[in-house]
């Protein structure tokens, strides 16, 4: 339901943009997260972007490195990751929880509509 894309391997301080296409959601009625997930650990919110207008938040550590956006027209929620660090290698996902509002979770079980099958971001030199 959720499509993730754009992991890959790269070197400290470079950036990646991933993209999660939610074909069958209409972004007005979906609010978006991306969460990520390290070996034996649970997911973890890192972002979202509300359904209503757009407003975004941040988890404190990727603040002023990661921006969330969203082309509803395609149905598709970027993340733009630059700055990136080893620890921020992570399986990263997107979720979709089906809400009207300027609020966006930013809890992992929140999450209830739908998640994507992830992607690997290696962050390495």
């Known amino acids: 339901q959720l499509v993730e894309s754009g992991g890959g391997l790269v070197q400290p301080g470079g950036s990646l943009r991933l993209s999660c296409v939610a074909s069958e959601f209409n972004l007005d009625h979906y609010s978006i997260g991306w969460l990520r997930q390290t070996p034996g650990a649970e997911r973890d919110w890192i972002s979202c972007?509300?359904?209503?207008?757009?407003?975004?938040r941040y988890l404190d550590s990727v603040k002023g490195r990661f921006t969330i956006s969203r082309d509803k027209t395609k149905r598709t929620v970027y993340l733009h990751m630059t700055s990136l660090k080893p620890e921020d290698t992570a399986v990263y996902y997107c979720?979709?929880?089906?809400?009207?509002?300027?609020?966006?979770?930013?809890?992992?079980?929140?999450?209830?509509?739908?998640w994507g099958q992830g992607t690997q971001v290696t962050v390495s030199s």
């Open positions: 972007i509300a359904s209503d207008d757009g407003s975004t």
């Open positions: 979720a979709a929880r089906g809400v009207v509002s300027t609020y966006c979770p930013q809890g992992l079980y929140e999450y209830e509509d739908a």
